[in-house]
């Protein structure tokens, strides 16, 4: 079955304890990504990679570090927790590719179940 | 710069209401896409609809139906006949082919169908 898996689906951690989220998808698909999502903000962009090795900062990159060693994986790293951090967060990869011109069609995103956050 | 805007927070209607969920999207490319996503109270986000900005046709799938309009920069989302099933927030979300990856969201519109 085509999916986004990422684990935990629900961690409580203290303050300051590194924490790492796994994301994984089974598709093939070039581009990744993490959003958060907060009541009231919607969903904003933490990192997105376009392809291994290849990351860029979204609206909200603050705190978490992201790498793209493999295609299929794209872990969510904190080093420093804080109660801000608190949040349900989302994995997400995406079929784009080359499309008229120099633009990319984009296919949207396929999201994983979500990892609920609390910080404390 | 690329925005994204769903005036309504919230809507509460009664089965088999239509509804209508609005959504105004801005950008400067030419080239961008259009998407919107339904989070049912489980909280998955599920994709249901893509629409490119070389393409108005509107489009309808069973009792949904989408509007694009280019000349006023929206990407309506209409719920015919709609169900208790259909309470969920919905997402409208807005990629410009210059950004690869780059997926920006509105802020959601939570509706909420009565029996």
């Known amino acids: 079955e085509a999916q986004v898996t990422q684990n935990p689906r629900y961690l409580i951690t203290v303050t300051g304890k590194k924490l790492t989220v796994t994301c994984s998808q089974n598709?093939?698909?070039?581009?990744m990504s993490w959003y958060r999502q907060d009541p009231g903000l919607g969903l904003r962009q933490i990192y997105y990679?376009?392809?291994?090795?290849?990351?860029d900062k979204g609206d909200v990159p603050e705190g978490y570090k992201v790498s793209r060693k493999e295609k299929r994986n794209f872990p969510l790293i904190l080093e420093s927790p804080s109660p801000n951090q608190t949040s349900l967060y989302f994995c997400?990869?995406?079929?784009?590719?080359?499309?008229?011109?120099?633009?990319?069609?984009?296919?949207?995103?396929?999201f994983g179940s979500g990892t609920r956050l609390t910080v404390v | 710069a690329q925005k994204v805007t769903q005036a309504q927070t919230e809507i509460s209607v009664v089965e088999k209401e239509d509804v209508t969920l609005d959504c105004v999207y801005e950008?400067?490319?030419?080239?961008?896409?259009l998407f919107w996503y339904k989070q049912p109270p489980s909280g998955e986000l599920v994709f249901l609809i893509r629409?490119?900005?070389?393409?108005?046709q509107n489009e309808i799938s069973g009792r949904y139906s989408w509007n694009f309009q280019k000349s006023t920069s929206s990407f309506n989302f209409t719920i015919t006949a709609s169900q208790v099933v259909d309470s969920a927030v919905y997402f409208c979300a807005l990629s410009e082919g210059a950004f690869r990856g780059k997926l920006i969201f509105g802020q959601g519109t939570e509706l909420s169908v009565k029996p």
């Open positions: 997400a990869s995406s079929l784009d590719g080359p499309g008229p011109g120099q633009g990319v069609v984009s296919y949207g995103y396929t």
């Open positions: 990679s376009m392809n291994v090795e290849v990351t």
């Open positions: 598709m093939n698909h070039e581009y």
């Open positions: 950008t400067r490319d030419t080239t961008y896409y």
């Open positions: 629409r490119n900005s070389f393409d108005e």
